[in-house]
């Protein structure tokens, strides 16, 4: 038996043992079929019913379908041996030829015989036409006479019969009244008479017995309207019924009479079986020259059968190891290596070719050994390559989501890759697969400043080149760092360069904000120190002299004066308490709040503390969920957006306050909007700086505040313009 991969024994010898099982069991099963269908067959024939005697019948059956049975086994032996040989030459199998050449030369050998059978099926062709013809033609021929002269003589005596019963007969219809209606007429005859009017209407009949009421029908129209009458015949329950129909003669009611006729059935159907007898001699006849000729066939095709059997037989012997070595061979050649064969199964041949049976063995052997090497390595190698590809795609990911610009360039100047962020910064995209260079892409002052950090990096390619660029994103000025890095392989050789884009407007935009803190801080102290005592030394004079100033005039100098230094010196500590507050923001402690609820405990304030032509709205969204925030320092967020909505206002309107909450992104929003004279243009793109303010007198640091606590809640400031009037302050809350 062959063997599996692992050497040891294989399914492949079972598979054929039971692949020629089921063959077996569908042929016989084919086989039962086609003797039903004979049986069937021969039941159904009809000579078979008509044979004289049961003895006769059960030697043919038994004889025809032996004979049938084994012409079928032997014609499917040798159609069975022929395809798998016309099969097999279709296959590029080793010693096919050989097989066919021993098949022909044997059945070659079995021709003669072929020969003498066929002969011998001619000779008993002869002999059977030549034996039974003149006997069963005169049967035939006497038979028929005796037919055709029974025929005339009913003909004869039916319409003599007529005759008679037309003398008996009424000429008018009331003459068929009476119960005699025919005259003292007694019929002899196995038959009826019936008496129709004009238009077909029965009037008066006689029968025999009941079989002729029920053989009798009423004749058609067409055969009542003759003028000389009609016969015809019939078949009614097997037996034969003569009708003649004639007129009345005298009758002025055109009446006409029938006369139905059932001949006695013992002399007919004598007649018909002695013909039917002489009739089935040709089916005994020709089922006994089949029947020989049958067995001559099979023993013509059991001779080639052996003939065919005996030449295989032959030919296994050298064919069958080739077989199984050819093969075993395609599996190997299929990647089914290790495959065994067995030299048990090689047949009589089997010491022949034992020893090449044993060097196919040893070199499947071999050959899984080394697929199992090389698979082994081959998994090693997928190993490495699976972790190597995860690096990069963690790289790539890295890469991909770090919120620094990277660019890579190759040496002639080509795009290679480009972040979400770079593309964001540059605002420009490079499609996968795509091969540009940075020329084509990038604006031309992106381009300058990278031919000119090139080149700084061609001289020096130890230190890498920086530049300070500053782009336009949606009409407001964005700070960016540029750093370029040269790339070289473990040979020095230069793989291109890689370009570092960090946006800087935040971090310059704090770095302005501390830097103002600090010169607030200075100025407050500096102008602190001073006003203390100017203004405690102008209530002093104003408290000792005006009681002392001499007239009206020289009080009044004396009030106005020394209450514009109080009112200026409150004005200016007012002042330097705001550039306090910037200077010294409290840091932020969130905990765990709703926004809405804040919102709504500020409202109330500005119910009756704002002009009354300027109304306050909220449109608070419901979902909007708890999440960490300060509330004093976003309520005094509030105040100052609803401070400088209000002032913004001239000749009433409304301020609205607007929170929602996206679920997708994950985002709080508070907006606080009004429809008053909005913002200049010159301003928007510094107004969240320390000193940048719209209002006369103002100190240009409530936004500023307002920033700096949005930007302690991890958020952003935004600010747009409202359509067709006004501002929209938005305040952007990422949760976690």
């Known amino acids: 038996m062959p063997a599996n991969s692992d050497g040891q024994p294989g399914v492949r010898s079972a598979d054929r043992r039971q692949i020629k099982i089921r063959n077996r069991i569908v042929s016989i099963v084919v086989l039962l079929l086609v003797i039903l269908l004979l049986v069937s067959f021969l039941f159904n024939y009809p000579g078979f019913h008509n044979w004289e005697t049961i003895d006769t019948n059960l030697s043919m059956f038994v004889a025809v379908n032996v004979n049938i049975v084994l012409l079928t086994t032997v014609f499917y032996m040798i159609l069975r041996n022929l395809f798998k040989l016309v099969y097999e030459r279709k296959r590029p199998l080793a010693g096919v030829g050989l097989k066919t050449k021993l098949i022909i030369a044997f059945v070659a050998l079995s021709l003669p015989s072929t020969a003498f059978h066929l002969m011998a099926s001619g000779f008993m062709g002869f002999l059977f036409e030549n034996l039974f013809q003149g006997e069963h033609q005169q049967a035939l021929e006497s038979s028929r006479v005796i037919l055709d002269h029974m025929d005339v003589r009913e003909d004869r005596l039916l319409r003599l019969t007529a005759e008679k019963v037309l003398g008996h007969l009424p000429k008018e219809p009331k003459g068929y009244l009476r119960a005699d209606w025919l005259r003292g007429y007694n019929p002899s005859f196995s038959g009826g008479i019936f008496v129709y009017e004009a238009g077909g209407t029965l009037i008066a009949e006689w029968i025999s017995d009941a079989e002729v009421k029920e053989a009798w029908q009423p004749p058609p129209r067409h055969f009542l309207a003759a003028r000389d009458g009609f016969y015809w015949k019939e078949v009614s329950n097997s037996r034969q019924v003569r009708r003649l129909l004639l007129p009345v003669t005298g009758s002025k009611a055109q009446l006409r009479f029938e006369v139905l006729d059932m001949p006695p059935p013992e002399l007919t159907r004598a007649v018909q079986i002695l013909a039917q007898k002489q009739l089935n001699k040709p089916f005994i006849t020709r089922d006994l020259y089949w029947l020989v000729i049958s067995v001559l066939v099979a023993m013509t095709l ?41 030299s048990a199964t090689l047949g009589p041949m089997e010491g022949d070719f034992r020893g090449l049976v044993q060097a196919f063995n040893l070199m499947s052997r071999q050959l899984r050994d080394q697929q199992q090497q090389v698979v082994a390595t081959a998994e090693d190698l997928r190993r490495s390559h699976v972790k190597l590809g995860e690096r990069n795609r963690l790289v790539e990911l890295l890469l991909e989501n770090v919120d620094a610009g990277i660019l890579s360039l190759d040496p002639q100047g080509i795009v290679t890759s480009m972040n979400r962020a770079a593309k964001r910064l540059l605002q420009t995209r490079v499609e996968p697969g795509q091969q540009r260079h940075y020329r084509m892409l990038l604006g031309r002052d992106v381009t300058l400043l990278l031919d000119d950090m090139m080149e700084r990096l061609r001289l020096d390619g130890r230190q890498p080149a920086t530049q300070n660029l500053t782009l336009i994103q949606n009409r407001k000025p964005v700070h960016v760092e540029m750093a370029m890095l040269g790339l070289e392989n473990a040979e020095g050789a230069s793989e291109g360069v890689v370009v570092v884009l960090k946006d800087v407007t935040a971090i310059q935009r704090t770095q302005r904000a501390q830097a103002w803190r600090e010169v607030a801080r200075r100025i407050a102290h500096e102008i602190k120190n001073p006003l203390t005592p100017i203004q405690l030394s102008a209530q002093r004079i104003r408290r000792r002299y005006l009681s ?56 109330p304030l500005y119910e009756n503390g704002l002009p009354e032509q300027i109304r306050l709205e909220l449109d608070l969204g419901e979902d909007i969920p708890d999440f960490p925030l300060d509330r004093e320092q976003i309520k005094r967020a509030f105040t100052n957006l609803v401070d400088n909505a209000a002032a913004a206002i001239e000749d009433g309107g409304t301020i609205l306050v607007h929170t929602a909450y996206d679920p997708d992104t994950r985002l709080v929003t508070a907006e606080v909007s009004d429809d008053g004279t909005g913002v200049p243009d010159h301003i928007r793109t510094r107004l969240f700086e320390p000193y940048t303010s719209t209002k006369e007198g103002g100190t240009g640091l409530g936004l500023s505040i307002v920033n700096q606590i949005v930007s302690d809640h991890n958020g952003f400031m935004r600010y747009s313009e409202r359509k067709p009037s006004g501002s929209r302050f938005s305040m952007e809350f990422p949760l976690k």
């Not at 190891?321 to 990647?335: D, F, I, K, N, Y």
């Not at 009112?567 to 765990?592: H, R, W």
Request: glycine share 6%; charged share 20%; hydrophobic share 45%.
């Open 302 to 342: 059991l001779i080639i059968f052996a003939a065919t059997w005996i030449a295989i037989y032959l030919a296994r012997g050298f064919v069958t190891p080739v077989e199984q070595l050819a093969a075993a061979t395609q599996r190997v050649s299929h990647g089914e290596l290790g495959v065994q064969v067995d």
């Open 548 to 603: 002392a100033a001499g007239g009206d005039d020289g009080l009044d100098v004396l009030d106005q004066c020394t209450q514009t230094i109080i009112n200026e010196v409150s004005s200016l500590k007012k002042m330097v308490n705001e550039f306090s507050q910037f200077a010294k923001l409290p840091e932020s402690q969130p905990v765990p709040d709703n926004l809405n609820k804040v919102i709504l405990e500020l409202a």
